[in-house]
């Protein structure tokens, strides 16, 4: 089967969706049940899931039984895509850039070298302003952001070392399905492979690919040490989650109910950036301690990296006006808190 759904496709399925509106799942206690699925485990988003489900299952009184399916449980990225602009899935934690098959506008947060770190993702996600203009990324398609923040930067692992530019020369690399990751690929001499983050470890097991770029974190919440040993840290290019939920089910719940999901999905960001800020260290000792090898650039290669990935993905972002809009004023707010 073919785990990419059409753009077209997915399109209709989601308008279709806003058309008629999901029926509210409702249990025999009388609950309200709200699937809400990853493709990790283990890392910033499942903490975010877990300290939402406590959150809102404690102040609705069990009025909304909040189900987790982390680890790709209800079927890879494409699957889950599709199920949250459907309705069958009430909400998704994902990587921004694989909803860009619903919208354009969430490839503002793949241009690389916007973000510092966390603590500039904090301050620049908390504004009224940016909240207001990321949640709106989606709604014509079925979906209705509820939280954003920074998962990790992103880095490269790969079963040979990669310690130069060179070494990318033919080398298939996953990526994310977004034009922002694979065209820089293709100028720096590398294969770019779309994939699910689910069919990962097989394809590099088997040698489908030789490595795979990520949010660092994953690699080791994801024990990809047993099969690929050489991580190399990537320049500034941090990956960023944003919490997607199917609109009409929000909009569908009593007035109350989407005040308290709206607002523990906020709160919890708090504790997942301070876990998130740990992880990162943590997992790059969990990396290491288990026979990984940690690789950096040279200062010249770093920034030719830089350089590559940043003009491609702003060439990309400029041919659609919706995109380029929304960068310009993603920017210009982020730019405030630098």
Known sequence: MN???????????????????PLLQVNAQNQIVMKVAAATINDVQHFWMKSFQA????????????????????????????????????????????????????????????????????????????????????????????????HSPQNLVSRKP????????????????TPLQMEPIKKLGGSPVPMPLSEVMPALQNGAIDGFIAASTVFSALKFYDAAKYQTQLPQWPLIVVIACNKAWLNKLPADLRAIVMEEAAKSEAAANEFGVQDITRSRDVWTQNGGQLISLSADDAATFSKTVNQTATEIINKNAAAKSAFDTYTGLVRKYK
Not at 8 to 13: E, F, T
Not at 72 to 77: K, M
Not at 162 to 177: F, M, P
Request: glycine residues 10%; positive net charge; aromatic residues 6%.
């Open 3 to 21: 785990t990419h759904l059409s753009r077209r496709n997915l399109l209709s399925l989601a308008a279709g969706t806003v058309a008629a509106g």
């Open 55 to 150: 959150a809102v299952e404690t102040r609705t009184g069990g009025r909304i039984k909040v189900e987790l399916y982390p680890a790709s449980q209800l079927g890879a990225i494409p699957r889950m895509v599709e199920g949250t602009a459907m309705g069958t899935i009430e909400c998704f934690a994902t990587a921004s850039s694989f909803l860009t098959s619903l919208d354009p506008r969430f490839e503002v947060f793949d241009v690389p070298g916007v973000i510092n770190d966390t603590a500039h993702a904090v301050k620049a996600f908390q504004d009224p302003e940016m909240r207001k203009l990321i949640f709106s990324f989606g709604g014509n398609r079925g979906i209705e952001s509820i939280s954003v923040f920074m």
């Open 162 to 177: 990669i310690r130069s530019l060179a070494d990318l020369n033919g080398q298939k690399i996953r990526v994310l399905s």
